[in-house]
């Protein structure tokens, strides 16, 4: 295989703290060879494995086989120390591919691949660890597993819907995002509103038929015609309330976001029901949440209503860093996010970032608290990053419509301005 090349996002560390977090939230399905090299590894010979604990279960869309979870969710694997026992014994390319690469991802950009992390593992929310731009020669060696022997760049994903263009074009528009969004004097809510104004209006341009200087003049003019569209971090009345309909999208949208589905967690009939019933609350927004994770409480849905104190500079710098780890490493749309277009999959990150704040109250709430923290936002960014572009419940035709609809609404724009109070 030729050389690879990688883009590695510059503002993130990462290394593992070993708390046992992705071991106890993921099903880790295997291939054939590495079913057999772990049955080669005799776990089940050993005097100290539980009685009839199997290795693996095959529970897969096609009868695929993951690594069995113990009776408490965790893998089989998870030792009392929150080790792999896999790990510990043979070392880590005894491992599952899956479990080497959490929490990267890799995603196609021209001819190179970008890296991307998911913010489901605590180490990568409080940026603990190594600079991820330090870690390029082990990137490189994950990245060659993960690539197929005869891979061949792949085209990008769409700019807008129904329109393809070149990759140069695609990047400079990514890059684009990345600077509106690297303007740290300017509030975060005004920014990620100037962004879907942006959205709009790349909409309508000719971006296909221009390249280079050209390109880039238009994007910088149409974010100047942002700038004097939303030239004001205060919104109006009409702007900080997002429509009744808007509400009860966002609601569902967010009750779904909340869950927290463990690899021993498979639906059965009476969690099903549980989903609908949930769904009825949510779209009522009235009386009690349901509490669907251990650390969200029921809490009326009237105080998930309430200013919990604004958003402090922390805050912002971590929701910053969170969508440019996920901009620049293309996490949010194309293959790596349900199929959207760039402009679709920014807009859906917007959505993203108003669910994590009303978590992060909901977080709050849940400890009788009526002002939020930095730790709340933390609890709900992994809370929420387990879910998108991974749960296949926002791939869905009617979950991909209602963030188009909040935006026809005008109410992703208010969503923001709602929940960030
Ligand atoms: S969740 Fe993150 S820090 Fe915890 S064990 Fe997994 S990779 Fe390591």
């Known amino acids: 295989m030729a050389a690879i090349s990688l883009e590695l996002p510059t503002i993130q560390n990462w290394s593992c703290h070993n708390c046992g977090g992705c071991c106890r939230q993921h099903a880790i399905y295997v291939t054939e060879s ?46 009392e120390r929150g080790l792999c026992r896999i790990h510990a014994k043979f070392g880590e390319p005894a491992k599952p591919l899956a479990c080497q690469i959490y929490p990267y991802a890799f995603h196609p950009a021209g001819a190179g691949l970008t890296v991307s992390l998911r913010f489901s593992c605590p180490s990568v929310v409080k940026n603990l660890g190594q600079p991820v731009e330090d870690q390029q020669k082990h990137l490189v060696q994950l990245a060659r597993q993960v ?31 990345d600077a509106m969004l690297d303007m740290p004097q300017t509030p975060l809510v005004l920014r990620l509103r100037r962004i879907l104004e942006w959205s709009s209006l790349l909409e309508q341009a000719p971006i296909p038929h221009l390249t280079g200087d050209k390109l880039k003049a238009m994007i910088e003019l149409l974010y ?97 860093r969170y969508l440019r780890v996920k901009v620049q490493g293309l996490h949010l749309c194309g293959r790596a996010a349900y199929g959207e277009s760039l ?15 009303w978590i992060s109250k909901w977080v709050a709430a849940s400890q009788g608290s009526k002002v939020w923290t930095l730790d709340d936002l933390i609890e709900a960014i992994t809370i929420v990053d387990h879910n998108h572009a991974y749960s296949p419940a926002f791939g869905t035709r009617s979950s991909l419509s209602r963030v188009r609809m909040l935006q026809q609404l005008g109410d992703l724009s208010r969503l923001l301005v709602w929940t960030a109070r």
């Open 343 to 357: 402009i679709d999959g920014m807009r859906t990150m917007t959505l993203v970032v108003s669910v994590m704040l």
């Open 224 to 320: 100047a015609e942002c700038e004097q569209r939303i030239a004001d971090e205060k919104a109006t009345d009409a702007d900080s309330y997002p429509t009744a309909v808007g509400q009860r999208l966002f609601r569902l949208a967010a009750g779904q976001y909340a869950r927290h589905d463990t690899l021993a967690a498979k639906p059965t009939l009476k969690m099903r029901w549980g989903f609908f019933w949930s769904g009825i609350l949510y779209a009522r927004g009235k009386g009690l949440t349901p509490a669907p994770h251990h650390k969200l409480s029921a809490v009326p849905f009237s105080a998930l209503d309430k200013s919990y104190g604004g958003l402090s500079l922390e805050m912002e710098q971590l929701l910053t």
């Open 147 to 177: 690539l197929p022997q005869d891979y061949k760049p792949l085209p990008p994903p769409e700019l807008v819907r129904g329109q393809s263009v070149s990759w140069d074009v695609f990047l400079d528009c990514v890059d684009a995002l």
């Open 34 to 79: 590495e079913e057999q090299r772990i049955v080669g590894q005799k776990w089940i010979d050993l005097p100290d494995w539980p009685v009839g604990q199997s290795l693996f279960v095959a529970d897969g869309p096609r009868g695929q086989k993951r690594l069995a979870a113990r009776s408490d969710g965790g893998c089989v694997f998870l030792d």
